[in-house]
């Protein structure tokens, strides 16, 4: 099983910028797709990003596609979600997941096997 320790998290003014970093450790981690997901305060955790075992696909939630990046470097065990053009409506803690070999492109949490626990980000207006 993948553990997972996610970092980068932290307060940005609206338009700003963070990128997101889970590291991962475990032989599998270049064989799982991996995927990023939110939960905002009252709200249920929500897909964001997700990434094909090699990094040549990848798949994201409407609300972010075109600001949000997700890549990974397999020799550094690592997946990022690099976050541009950030809006107050991103404001969450942000969780990676590893996939526990299902479709690598699923939005379903159930699919996920191991998660970290959590950065928060908080976007300012």
């Known amino acids: 099983q993948v553990q997972l320790v996610e970092s980068g998290g932290g307060l940005v003014q609206a338009g700003g910028s963070l990128r997101l970093s889970c590291a991962a450790s475990g032989r599998t981690f270049s064989s799982s797709a991996m995927g990023w997901f939110r939960q905002a305060p009252g709200k249920e955790r929500e897909f964001v990003a997700a990434?094909?075992?090699?990094?040549?696909?990848?798949n994201y939630a409407n609300s972010v596609k075109g600001r949000f990046t997700i890549s990974r470097d397999n020799a550094k065990n690592t997946v990022y979600l690099q976050m541009n053009s950030l809006e107050p409506e991103d404001t969450a803690v942000y969780y990676c997941?590893?996939?526990?070999?299902?479709?690598?492109?699923?939005?379903?949490?159930?699919?996920?096997?191991?998660w970290g626990q959590g950065t928060q980000v908080t976007v300012s207006s």
């Open positions: 990434i094909s075992p090699g990094g040549s696909s990848t």
């Open positions: 997941a590893a996939n526990r070999g299902t479709y690598w492109a699923t939005t379903d949490q159930n699919n996920y096997a191991s």
